[in-house]
């Protein structure tokens, strides 16, 4: 069964499914306020873009020319920080940055709704879904005319959001509710809630639109649901209770078989059998709290984005290594790439506000 990530935590590619180019990692840095292009074959910096205030979540346009970026006015919070002495959120600043990806600058900026953290793009690239965190929304951001199209109330701290194939149903998975919450995406209406264990983050769907599968932070677990009738099928298990490995982001394998996950704090990269459910290995040292993760275009390489050593991992999935660091600098939060075959799609990696990353 082949899979789709959608809404990165970052992990991308176009639209349609084709790649955008060749040889290109793109990767939010959420606190220098930059998009950083990387060649990840010559482990060579490209180019630094400076987008706005806290880039997170990312996609490639349909005809792979333009990147979307979520920018906030929200201020960073996360662990060992005193949110009561944090400054006001600056709502000037929340939008969707439009980078061109020719001349490697920021072209414009939607709206968005406040506090845009990631989203999941229709396949015909003319609707961005956009997660707002702070308001415990979802808006659907028309990119044809550049404005906010609906916005409909969801469960609190909406991140990951995914698209169904057909366009007809948007998924948002909501970490302090505890619920992905499934959306008719020509009403905005909410149909139903999927229940989920502690701070769900990133969803992947399948390809053929049978199955989904949740990032459960805290519950250190992959929730697995019908998309049919949105029950849930499975929980799997990859850590005890109180475990330091906190699933995050998600990337599939091209031919659907196995699911890699990065852990945050543990530092490692999970790779998980979906037929049968059983954790194969865990990939140790990937970096310091990796996130975001997309595959190479031939599925033997994993490129994780590392917020606290401000580094891309490059790491070969034949003998389970990291073969390279790339520094970028600043704190890399969202990761997508030109050149994956995966059928990956826009996802989300975790906010650091309330995160154990």
């Excluded at 662990?79 to 920021?106: A, C, M, Q, T, W």
């Excluded at 459910?277 to 390489?301: A, C, E, N, Q, T």
Aim: charged share 20%; with cysteine; net charge neutral.
């Amino acid at each position: 069964m082949a899979l789709t990530v959608l809404g990165v935590l970052g992990l991308v590619l176009r639209a349609d499914g084709r790649p955008a180019g060749k040889g290109r990692l793109y990767i939010s840095d959420e606190r220098g306020g930059n998009v950083v292009v990387v060649d990840p074959d010559a482990g060579a910096l490209i180019a630094r873009i400076p987008v706005g205030k806290r880039p997170r979540g990312l996609v490639l346009s349909a005809d792979g020319t333009k990147l979307y970026v979520a920018l906030s006015g929200s201020p960073i919070g996360g662990p060992n920080v005193d949110e009561s002495k944090l400054p006001p959120p600056d709502r000037r600043f929340d939008g969707i940055g439009v980078v061109d990806l020719r001349s490697h600058r920021l072209i414009s900026t939607y709206p968005s709704g406040p506090d845009p953290e990631t989203f999941g793009m229709s396949h015909d690239g003319k609707t961005l879904y956009v997660s707002n965190e702070d308001t415990g929304k979802l808006s659907s951001v028309d990119l044809v005319s550049g404005t906010v199209r609906a916005t409909v109330a969801v469960g609190t701290e909406p991140e990951g959001v995914a698209v169904s194939q057909d366009d007809h149903l948007v998924y948002v998975a909501c970490e302090t509710a505890d619920q992905v919450y499934v959306v008719d995406a020509r009403t905005m209406k909410v149909l139903a809630t999927i229940a989920t264990l502690q701070r769900p983050r990133t969803i992947l769907l399948s390809k053929d639109g049978h199955t989904g599968y949740v990032s459960d932070e805290f519950g250190s677990a992959i929730t697995v649901f019908n998309a049919g009738n949105q029950q849930v099928l499975k929980t799997i298990r990859v850590g005890a209770a109180n475990s330091p490995v906190h699933p995050m982001g998600l990337a599939a394998s091209a031919d659907g078989r196995l699911l890699y996950v990065t852990t945050g704090r543990a530092g490692a990269l999970l790779e998980i059998d979906l037929a049968t459910g059983k954790l194969l290995r865990s990939i140790p040292d990937v970096g310091m709290r990796p996130w975001g993760i997309v595959l190479s275009d031939d599925g033997h390489k994993a490129y994780t984005a590392n917020g606290p050593s401000g580094d891309i991992a490059v790491i070969d999935l034949t003998s389970g290594r990291v073969a390279r660091r790339i520094a970028v600098g600043g704190s890399p939060w969202g990761i997508v790439s030109s050149m994956s075959s995966t059928g990956l799609k826009p996802n989300a990696r975790a906010d650091d506000k309330g995160a154990s990353r």
